[in-house]
Nanobody, 124 residues
Framework: QVQLAESGGGLVQVGDSLRLSCAAS????????MGWFRQAPGKEREFVAA???????YYSASVKGRFTISKDNAANVVYLEMSSLKPDDSAVYFC??????????????????WGPGTQVTVSS
């Protein structure tokens, strides 16, 4: 059973940085792609970033250049480094593991396992 646990969310100011972590168990991220999504109140869950087993990163247009996804295979942890944060970045951020170990795309339906999420609030 794959279990994911996000941490690192909080309340920050516009322009600040924040690093989210996702600790995974039940699946080795060294052989699996992983993804980050976010969901704001009243909106659909939105793809943010993904990282392949080989550490190739993929980003949505809205965060490219500001967010960085990375991972520590030894610790089995995936990170999302967020900088130049804006109020529109406020959301619950979810870590997700895809059904296929190779999938790095934006479709939430292709991700089978999800963490409970961590709240990020960017205040102006």
């Amino acid at each position: 059973q794959v279990q994911l646990a996000e941490s690192g969310g909080g309340l920050v100011q516009v322009g600040d940085s924040l690093r989210l972590s996702c600790a995974a168990s039940g699946r080795s991220i060294s052989t699996s792609a992983m993804g980050w999504f976010r969901q704001a109140p009243g909106k659909e869950r939105e793809f943010v970033a993904a990282i392949s087993a080989n550490s190739d990163p993929y980003y949505s247009a809205s965060v490219k250049g500001r967010f960085t996804i990375s991972k520590d295979n030894a610790a089995n942890v995936v990170y999302l480094e967020m900088s130049s944060l804006k109020p529109d970045d406020s959301a619950v951020y979810f870590c997700a593991a895809p059904s296929s170990y190779y999938y790095t795309g934006p479709s939430a339906a292709r991700y089978m396992f999800w963490g409970p999420g961590t709240q990020v609030t960017v205040s102006s």
